[in-house]
């Protein structure tokens, strides 16, 4: 079944200790994006990767890395994680760049206290 | 940097009305996608539009793309129950330090009453 799998679901964590939210897709796409969801603000992008070792910011970058070794795999990487990053995170890919159909993980809700 | 609007913020219609959203972005977009999200769920792909002054209908889903390639809107005839949720517009990044991204519109949030 294709799909995008997001780990994990959800996570409390306290300020400053680093995590990473996993993403992989096994689709074969190219174009992978960290995205996250605040309400009344919809969904802004963090990173993109338009492939292997090629990644970019997004509209809210400070904060967050990201790393793309293999074409299935895009973590979004937090090193030391604010209160103000509490949020839905969802990861997405689609075929190639951004002008196609993108799918979904199912999102990891984080909480920073 | 582009800029993707959408209106209104919230909706809430009795089962049967008919429902509007509208997105307007700050650049001329090469295509627009619409995604639908559920309460509690991801979002999910619901149709690209790419040429000027595109129409296109999936059942009772009406999508349109503005002449001049900046607004889009997407109508619902008849809502029901399963309509609810929230709708997006995302449009790519053209050119430039925008090259690669694709932006989203805040989103509607559609309440269906039965």
């Known amino acids: 079944e294709a799909q995008v799998t997001q780990n994990p679901r959800y996570l409390i964590t306290v300020t400053g200790k680093k995590l990473t939210v996993t993403c992989s897709q096994n689709?074969?796409?190219?174009?992978m994006s960290w995205y996250r969801q605040d309400p009344g603000l919809g969904l802004r992008q963090i990173y993109y990767?338009?492939?292997?070792?090629?990644?970019d910011k997004g509209d809210v970058p400070e904060g967050y890395k990201v790393s793309r070794k293999e074409k299935r795999n895009f973590p979004l990487i937090l090193e030391s994680p604010s209160p103000n990053q509490t949020s839905l995170y969802f990861c997405?890919?689609?075929?190639?760049?951004?002008?196609?159909?993108?799918?979904f993980g199912q999102g990891t809700r984080l909480t920073v206290v | 940097g582009q800029q993707v609007m959408q209106i209104p913020q919230y909706q809430h219609v009795q089962e049967g009305e008919d429902f509007t959203t509208y997105c307007n972005s700050s650049t001329t977009l090469s295509n627009i996608q619409w995604y639908k999200q559920r309460p509690g769920g991801h979002p999910v792909f619901l149709i690209q539009l790419v040429k000027s002054g595109e129409v296109k209908k999936q059942k009772r889903l009406t999508f349109q793309f503005g002449e001049a390639k900046k607004n889009s809107s997407l109508h619902i005839t008849a809502t029901q129950t399963t309509d609810v949720g929230t709708y997006f517009c995302a449009g790519p990044g053209a050119g430039g330090t925008s090259y690669g991204k694709l932006t989203f519109g805040q989103g509607t949030i559609l309440t269906v009453h039965p």
């Open positions: 990767s338009m492939n292997v070792e090629v990644t």
């Open positions: 689709m074969n796409h190219e174009y």
């Open positions: 997405a890919s689609s075929l190639t760049r951004q002008n196609t159909e993108a799918f």
